[in-house]
């Protein structure tokens, strides 16, 4: 399923042909040669699909995630995606099922520091 005679880096994704997927087809986001550095590696690990009828359910395996910072976006771009998929291949979308390696249920500073703000007057 990987491309063959890529000419750069860019090509190096794999990519397979509808006849190939099956339901337990992973699709690659990842290119190793330019995805190096540790702060820019992509927490989403892998989207899997499955269908059942004519509805399109999604999981989406995150390697680490921010509940409160990241959680809002990530499950908005997940629906997005999800609903992309199912217009371009005429699917009604299902559900979102996301999943963590491990989380942090964060807040941004600026609540952390009003919080301890309002704890410390009290």
């Known amino acids: 399923m990987n491309v063959s005679g890529a000419k ?4 190096s994704y794999e990519t397979c042909s509808a006849s190939e997927l099956t339901d337990a087809t992973p699709v690659s986001v990842y290119a190793a040669d330019r995805d190096t550095s540790a702060m820019a590696f992509p ?3 892998f989207c899997s699909f499955q269908l059942a009828g004519d509805t399109l359910h999604m999981v989406a ?3 680490y995630q921010y509940l409160i910072q990241r959680g809002y976006g990530n499950y908005l771009g997940l ?3 999800l ?3 199912c217009l371009t291949v ?3 979308p299902g559900e979102i099922d996301g999943r963590r390696g491990r989380c942090a249920a964060d ?3 600026y609540q952390v520091a009003r919080l301890t703000a309002s ?3 009290q």
């Open 8 to 11: 750069d880096s860019t090509e």
């Open 43 to 45: 927490c989403l690990s």
């Open 61 to 63: 395996q995150y390697r």
């Open 79 to 81: 629906g997005q995606l």
């Open 83 to 85: 609903g992309y998929v």
């Open 90 to 92: 005429g699917l009604k």
């Open 107 to 109: 807040a941004p500073r």
């Open 119 to 121: 704890a410390q007057a």
